[in-house]
Nanobody, 116 residues
């Protein structure tokens, strides 16, 4: 079992920045691939960024060059630094932990709203 708690969401103006954090507990954090997903109203949940247990990263095309995912295994935490935010980035952002033999776990989500 893995428990995930996101924080750092909020209201920001277009062009601004936010940093999301996801704190994990309950299992061996370092063996999990970690990811950030988002879901806007009326839309499906989409991958934003993922980072493997070895530190390899992958991003959705819409956020490349603006968002950065990172992890601190000593703190059992994964981060999403979001810069140059756009109104279309508005969504609930979810943290995910994935391990092929142990399954998938999700956080409760944190709201990000980009608006002037």
């Amino acid at each position: 079992q893995v428990q995930l708690v996101e924080s750092g969401g909020g209201l920001v103006q277009p062009g601004g920045s936010l940093r999301l954090s996801c704190a994990a507990s309950g299992s061996i954090f370092s063996i999990y691939a970690m990811g950030w997903y988002r879901q806007a109203p009326g839309k499906q949940r989409d991958m934003v960024a993922v980072i493997s247990s070895g530190g390899n990263t992958n991003y959705a095309d819409s956020v490349k060059g603006r968002f950065t995912i990172s992890r601190d295994n000593a703190k059992n935490t994964v981060y999403l630094q979001m810069n140059s935010l756009k109104p279309e980035d508005t969504a609930v952002y979810y943290c995910n932990a994935h391990q092929v033999y142990r399954g998938d776990y999700w956080g409760q989500g944190t709201q990000v709203t980009v608006s002037s």
